[in-house]
């Protein structure tokens, strides 16, 4: 039988180094905040439930975490004052007080830890049989770190740095702060834990020494990029780079080309299939999801929009919450807002803006167009210049043109208006009614044509010249 699962994520510190009046645990990091890193990592290990434990902040920091995770199991704890980490779990003692099993301690500003390392920590804890396991990294400057004090290799004890001793601080493994505890240890040890320390605050760390005299404690070794916490902006965008380049290199290892992946910018959560080409500058966000053989080109945005397999973006197209079918074209400069729904094989082109609308199959709008509120049929051609008026001032109006439809450029759709199966606007048409199928709609003034005007007009501006300037009109001073 499985043993249960739960998980503590501390996330009440106030982050006075990162000079924000924003908590901390809420500055983004690659599109999501810190704290959703380690919430994700627990809950994808089947933890249930999991305890944010909040603090500065707590509306905000609870208000955020729900959104981000509206059908997980949370349960939310306060540590009401800031006096240490041990403190900081025991606020969750309410929340779990009907929980017996195994508890994952995580905290809310160290993002990058892998999922694979605390399933290895699960793993460990249960061959060793202890009460205990932890995350341990080395560093070549320990300085300002716990360290990981071994006697006869065992794990015995961890020391905090300011109460090292000279000996200790030679030592350079040193404590991740991620634990796996059993939840009848914790309750216990916790109220055994006393502030006798440089700090004066309630390490958590103390509980390492009381499992050490109960078994065995297992230490599971990860490297420092993936432990390591933020304190400020600095480590914040350090952080954000390493998340950056991981991200980047699995959809390598999955068949994806990045030309320059340093410069590329993939959220977790973006799906991207194999033989894909992504150009310098790329950023997708949001759950986008991207099909094979798609090309994508240099600073293109998409969020939370799906382009499907074999289409062409050209540089500088900007998508979002947008849906694109198969082998379509688009872009360079083209953008796609929230609604746009695009059949396969559908071009778009220069400074092409689409909102709300509904392309069908290899309908085209090439240059300078907006389509919004639209609804547009398979096979139309769109002309330069062309736009659906969609906004009286106060309410928003459809526009429907039907399969195989022509608008001439620099034509004006008033909508609510439709344009029938197979009929053609003529060039500056400003389409005001309904168009039947198969008809033509021209509204442009007849043209007027006033043969030798160019020879009368420069014979005027010579004898004008000729004859000096007008007199100026008088200015009464005032």
């Known amino acids: 039988m499985t043993t249960p699962l ?28 810190l704290c959703f890193y380690p919430l994700m990592r627990a809950l994808e290990l089947g933890a249930s439930p999991v305890v944010p434990v909040v603090g500065h902040q707590a509306s905000e920091v609870e208000r955020s975490v729900r959104d981000l995770f509206a059908a997980a199991p949370l349960r939310f704890a306060l540590q009401k004052e800031q006096r240490g980490t041990a403190d900081a779990v025991r606020s969750a003692e309410e929340a779990l007080k009907d929980f017996k099993g195994r508890m994952l301690i995580l905290y809310g500003d160290v993002p990058l830890v892998r999922r694979e390392t605390l399933a290895a920590l699960i793993s460990a804890h249960e061959k060793g049989g202890g009460v205990l396991s932890l995350v341990s990294t080395r560093l070549e400057d320990p300085t300002g770190y716990g360290r990981v004090i071994r006697e006869g290799g065992l794990v015995k004890r961890i020391v905090e740095h300011k109460d090292c001793s000279p000996e200790e601080r030679l030592v350079r493994e040193c404590n991740a702060g991620i634990y796996l505890v059993d939840s009848s240890f914790l309750w216990a040890a916790l109220g055994n834990i006393r502030s006798a320390n440089a700090q004066g605050e309630f390490y958590l760390t103390d509980l390492v020494e009381m499992a050490a005299s109960q078994g065995p404690v297992p230490a599971i070794e990860a490297d420092f990029n993936e432990t390591a916490g933020v ?50 500058g790329v950023s997708l966000s949001g759950a986008t999801v991207v099909g094979r053989q798609v090309t994508i080109g240099q600073g293109c945005v998409l969020h939370a929009s ?53 392309l069908g199959r290899g309908t085209k709008a090439n240059h300078l167009a907006y389509l919004g509120d639209a609804k547009i049929g398979s096979g139309v051609n769109v002309g330069a210049g062309t736009i659906t008026c969609n906004y009286d001032g106060v309410n928003k109006h459809v526009t429907e043109l039907g399969d195989g439809v022509f608008i001439g450029s620099d034509s004006q759709l008033v909508a ?36 030798g005007w160019v020879e009368r007009h420069k014979a005027r501006l010579k004898k004008s010249a000729e004859s000096g300037p007008s007199k100026p009109d008088k200015v009464s001073a005032g």
Do not use: W
């Not at 729904?341 to 092409?352: I, K, R, S, T, W």
């Not at 060039?427 to 006033?450: H, N, Y």
């Open 6 to 33: 739960a998980a503590v994520v501390l996330c009440a510190g106030k982050g006075t180094r990162m000079r924000s009046e924003k908590a901390k645990v809420l500055h983004p990091i690659l599109g999501k905040p």
């Open 231 to 280: 304190n400020d902006r600095v480590e914040l965008a350090a952080r954000a780079k390493d998340l950056q380049l991981r991200i980047n290199a699995q959809h390598m290892r999955n068949g994806v080309s990045l030309a320059d992946p340093a410069t590329t910018y993939i959220e977790e959560g973006v799906t991207i299939g194999p033989d894909t080409e992504i150009a310098p």
């Open 306 to 358: 799906s382009v499907a397999d074999g289409t062409t973006l050209k540089p500088y197209t900007v998508l979002e919450e947008a849906r694109v079918g198969e082998r379509c074209i688009l872009g360079p400069f083209s953008r796609l807002r929230p609604g746009t729904d695009l059949a396969e094989e559908v071009h778009l082109g220069n400074f092409v803006e689409t909102k709300k609308a509904r």
């Open 416 to 451: 609510p208006v439709k344009v029938g199966d197979g009929a053609y606007v003529g060039a500056g048409t400003t389409v005001t009614k309904d168009v039947p199928p198969g008809s033509l709609a021209v509204s442009r003034a007849p043209q007027v044509i006033k043969e």
